[in-house]
């Protein structure tokens, strides 16, 4: 079976366990429609436009950079509304060397590799705390690894951009390369 090749991306399998957990969440506690509406929209294009972005790659490497960007951003735009969240509330943002989310960030690094690995979601579990703090917190830190990987992601997209060239480029030289071949 020849898989997408966004599957084997880490930052598909984290966008795509926030999405699944955020409409959960907005369901739960966002009493607002435009919000509800606006955070699902979010999660939702940071997901979609790493498999638009991963696909385009084939013709386009700015393409795919630029879909990558705001794949990244949309996730922002979700840590934004969830940081809202907790503070409208009063709830505690959980640090990032908070004991809590180093738990988080241990036990979805084993599931979002074994997804990566196997592109199977059936096996997999997750799912959102019942604590609103918690459930805050959980997308929280997922988001923030999704990010992080995102620019990690756009880097290495750029840096490939420079050293390789893009696909009109690799044209245009098989291009020349026929024309010198066959004068």
């Known amino acids: 079976m020849n898989t997408q090749p966004y599957k084997k991306l880490f930052t598909y399998w984290y966008s795509l366990i926030i999405y699944d957990l955020e409409i959960e969440f907005t369901k739960k506690y966002i009493s607002s429609w435009k919000l509800h509406e606006q955070m699902d929209g979010a999660a939702r294009s940071g997901k979609q436009n790493i498999v638009e972005g991963s696909d385009s790659l084939k013709t386009s490497l700015k393409t795919g950079i630029k879909l990558t960007n705001v794949a990244k951003a949309s996730i922002e735009e ?101 024309r010198n071949l066959h004068k």
């Open 78 to 178: 979700l840590i934004g509304d969830l940081e809202d969240f907790l503070r409208q509330r009063k709830l505690q943002m959980w640090d990032k060397n908070d004991p809590r989310v180093l738990i988080i960030r241990e036990k979805y690094s084993t599931i979002v590799s074994n997804l990566s690995n196997l592109g199977n979601i059936e096996n997999e579990k997750w799912e959102l705390p019942d604590d609103p703090e918690e459930a805050a917190n959980l997308l929280l830190t997922l988001s923030h690894i999704a990010t992080y990987l995102l620019n990690n992601q756009v880097d290495a997209l750029e840096r490939k951009h420079i050293t390789e060239g893009g696909y009109t480029e690799k044209l245009y030289e098989q291009r020349q390369n026929y």
